[in-house]
């Protein structure tokens, strides 16, 4: 059917709109520079608020090109850093081979308790008394919790608590009185550390204040295990920054228990605690056997708090003299010479170096397992998601794809005539020569273990 008047007028009136629209959006040539200048600054405002929201990269608090008068929201003064800046001290570890022995390890535990009881009541504005953090840590740890343990934690990080005797503290025990004194703990914070003006304990500073505990431990059997080398024949000296292992023969276990640190007493607590004070008093008063006894405890007691460090014996030169008999002396310094260099440097290797030896020790058993596929397989070459999965399957201790891939990459590195990887487009190939004596490649392959290991 044909257009009405109707719609001819309805196309008529779009076509101004459309003519209109277009008569905006171009700046006519004769129209003023101010009018253009306008304009401009507008597009270019345009053009900076698109890129804002798209995440461009656009500066804060710059302008776009040409004096709009318009500036993007600065950064706020003062804000603080990420997180991950603020607190990148507290992911480094100490090397996995410096371990502690048992009894440090109880220790540390017990600090981690003590110190997450003594927070909750720190910022609930409560006193801290050993009471209440005794039970707490038997609670948690279902071991003993005595006064001697807050000594040592005292002894290990002297500036973690500040101990103290007060009385007419409120008690909820009938045990003990209100008037009596009792053993308090008060966290030690610096002066950044508040929240509403008041210090506070807060969780990233207790991690803070367990692995410098644990850092204080570690360098208490660096100490026993400077004076162990040093008793050695001949000497070692290892620098402690780059220690990562104990001595094989150095045993952890045998370190001596730490001396704990005098504890507070209260003002009138004036009793003879030690063997010397009773023997001094009751010189007269005992029979002679009595008197023996307790000047022979009183000695054992004196020796034991001499505090000298008790270091594991290292054999003496003159214990295997006998079995060396007739041995050159030249030889036997050169012998012990090369052993303490190897020594150290099993006790400075780093995590990356001992990755790498452990892979090498596990190439020569890939190494057959591989050409073993290879020949199955009656190709001659691989994909290397294919080799993985293969070598996975077949090696004898359970490792990831992610894993063999590596293991399979050091051939190539070691051995590039016998094992060849080559991207081609997508995909990465592997290929091996099946024609080389396996022999000979297990040869060069115990031979690079052994240099790795000298290193």
Known sequence: PLPTQEDLA???CRLQKVKALARLSSVPPGASTELQSRLERVRQLELWIREKKA???????????????VAAPAAEAGEKPPAYQRFHTLAQDLPPGLTLPYKFKVLAEMFRSVDTIAGMLFNRAETITFAKVKQGVQDM???QFEERHVGQIKAVYPTSYRLRQEKNIPTFSSGV??????LTLEPVLGDEEKVDGRPHLSASRLLERRKEFNRNLVNIVKQHHKAFLAALSPPMVVPEEKLTRWHPRFNVDEVPDISPAELPRPPQEDKLTTAQEVLSTARGMLTPKMEKALANLALRTAEAGAGEPVVSKAPSPASTSSALKG?????????????AQK???LMTRDRRQEERLAMLGRLPAMARILRNIFVAEKKQALTMEVACARMADSYDAQMSPGEMEKHLRLFAELLPDWVGIHAIRTDTYIKLDKGKDLGLVMERLTKAAKEAEAL
């Open 55 to 69: 995440g461009s990269g656009a500066t804060p608090g710059a302008r776009p090109s040409g004096d709009t008068g």
């Open 10 to 12: 309805g196309l008529r």
């Open 141 to 143: 740890m279902r071991k």
């Open 327 to 339: 041995v050159s002396q030249a030889l036997l310094e050169r012998i012990r010479a090369k052993e």
């Open 177 to 182: 009185k209100k008037s009596d004194y009792q």
């Open 343 to 345: 020594l150290q440097a």
